[in-house]
């Protein structure tokens, strides 16, 4: 899951009986925008990423890990759709995984700003900080039509309104850059977003761990 969503799982569930089989799909025209929404953010995860190794910042590496984990999470929820709650589980203790790991990377780059002093380029945070806000409106937009839906479809509309509000952090921290000259604001923004990446990763983990023993229980044949 992305930082800021790690309490919701971002994908319809079916409806289940039996062993875990689905016996349900979700609305098609719901399947299209999530298909939407992972093209968005990954074409963001590349653009970030690129962008943030170029500017050096910190801020813009951390969103663009998060842009990969949602994409990661629409991904996987439309591959997982359908399949067994064993399955759905498996993939999202990957996603939980590869969070807690680019968490830990993220920390590392902040650290190592800490130690270089280098300021980030403040008008290229700005902008590509624009640029995914602009993307996350969109995803949102598309997504508003499902908000009073089940709790996985509400799930996945407050998850794009929350990384909203960390664009914007984006944007306050180029100010903040571009008004101080300093790396601070950049590194600030960077260690939330590596925290949020680290402690969601860690409850994904968890609850994938439960849903796993859980099922494994439940598969045991009972003594009579």
């Known amino acids: 899951m992305s930082a800021r969503c790690q309490h919701n799982h971002t994908h319809p ?23 939407i929404a992972l093209f968005v953010n990954a074409a ?23 842009f990969l984990g949602d994409a990661a999470n629409y991904g996987l929820s439309l591959w997982v759709l359908g399949m067994a709650l064993a399955w759905r589980a498996r993939a ?21 700003g800490a130690w270089q002093g280098q300021a980030p380029e403040p008008y290229t945070m700005g902008a590509v900080g624009l640029l995914a806000l602009a ?7 598309l997504l508003y ?3 009073e839906g089940d709790a996985n479809m509400r799930g996945v509309w407050l998850c794009t309104r ?15 850059v ?5 790396v601070w604001p950049d590194l600030v923004v960077a260690a939330i977003m590596a925290g ?6 860690w409850s994904v983990v968890q609850d994938a761990r439960r849903e796993l023993a859980g099922e494994r229980a439940a598969s045991k044949p009972h003594a009579h």
Request: charged share 10%.
């Open 44 to 66: 963001m995860f590349l653009i970030e990423i690129g962008a943030g190794a170029s500017a050096g910042s910190a801020a813009l590496l951390a969103d663009s890990i998060d």
């Open 145 to 147: 039509a499902w908000r």
């Open 135 to 141: 993307a996350n409106l969109g995803v949102a937009a």
């Open 162 to 176: 929350n990384d909203v509000l960390g664009n914007l952090a984006i944007m306050g921290a180029a100010l903040g």
């Open 13 to 35: 569930q079916p409806h289940h009986h039996g062993h875990g089989h689905a016996t349900a799909n979700p609305d098609p025209r719901y399947r299209r925008i999530l298909w």
């Open 196 to 201: 949020l990446a680290i402690s969601g990763g």
């Open 178 to 182: 571009l008004g101080t000259g300093t």
């Open 92 to 112: 999202a203790w990957v996603k939980g995984a590869s969070m807690l790991a680019f968490g830990a990377f993220v920390v590392g780059r902040v650290a190592w």
